[in-house]
């Protein structure tokens, strides 16, 4: 079963607004990542938040992450052209097979 | 190489032709997975392999998905007989040491069955 589930599937927005994407899971871990991908080929790492971690910054993203009511959030703020993409996030889950399980993606789109 | 490869970038077949797809990691990472991603969908999770131990085969789909390792370096997923249902994207990633490191992804191939 899909260990990471992102909300919403789909979000298009105007250049410059900002973007929420949130991610649910449902077992404990021990980190949460998030990906990019462009034109459905190799995914690209955008930042990695640890169980310990509250919050976390990489330039225009904001990564926040709630292990009480597992779910994290990736906010691009000042959104781009270039940000369209679809993101995913994947999780380590601390039982288990040790291996990520990656959600089904939010494809982001935004509009000039 | 600088980053993690794939060959082919495409690949057409017919139904019941094996095909091979080949992934060069980074250099020194020790960890490799491979991946399936069907049109619109997210990754599912195939077979990783770390160091010396015995892979992870758990995500292969049935037995005519193989893939092996030389050491740590290049990785070929072999699907012989292949169907319809196998179209997809097909991604590598390499990552310096155990799962809970960042994966770092090839392009992937992409692979019709016709």
């Known amino acids: 079963s899909q260990q990471g589930e992102e909300d919403p599937q789909a979000l298009s927005i105007q250049e410059g607004e900002n973007a929420t994407m949130n991610c649910s899971y449902k077992?404990?871990?021990?980190?949460l990542q998030w990906y990019r991908q462009n034109s459905g080929r190799g995914l690209v790492h955008l930042i990695l938040?640890?169980?310990?971690?509250r919050e976390k910054h990489s330039g225009r993203l904001r990564v926040t992450l709630d292990t009480s009511k597992k779910s994290s959030s990736l906010l691009i703020t000042a959104s781009r052209a270039a940000d369209t993409a679809s993101y995913f996030c994947?999780?380590?889950?601390?039982?288990?097979?040790?291996?990520?399980?990656f959600g089904q993606g939010t494809r982001l789109t935004i509009n000039p | 190489g600088a980053g993690v490869s794939q060959s082919p970038s495409n690949k057409v077949t017919e139904k019941g032709k094996d095909v091979e797809l080949r992934c060069d990691p980074i250099s020194g990472h020790t960890a490799l997975y491979w991946y399936r991603q069907r049109l619109g969908q997210g990754l599912e999770f195939l077979i990783y392999?770390?160091?010396?131990?015995?892979?992870?085969k758990s995500g292969l789909p049935s037995d005519r998905f193989s893939a092996e390792r030389t050491g740590e370096s290049v990785s070929t997923l072999t699907i012989q007989r292949t169907q319809q249902e196998d179209s997809a994207v097909y991604l590598c990633?390499?990552?310096?040491?155990?799962?809970?490191?960042?994966?770092?992804f090839g392009p992937g191939t992409r692979l019709l069955v016709l």
């Open positions: 077992t404990s871990i021990n980190n």
């Open positions: 990633a390499s990552s310096l040491g155990p799962e809970r490191e960042t994966q770092y």
């Open positions: 994947a999780t380590d889950r601390i039982q288990g097979a040790q291996k990520l399980v």
């Open positions: 938040i640890r169980s310990n971690e």
């Open positions: 392999f770390q160091g010396n131990s015995a892979p992870d």
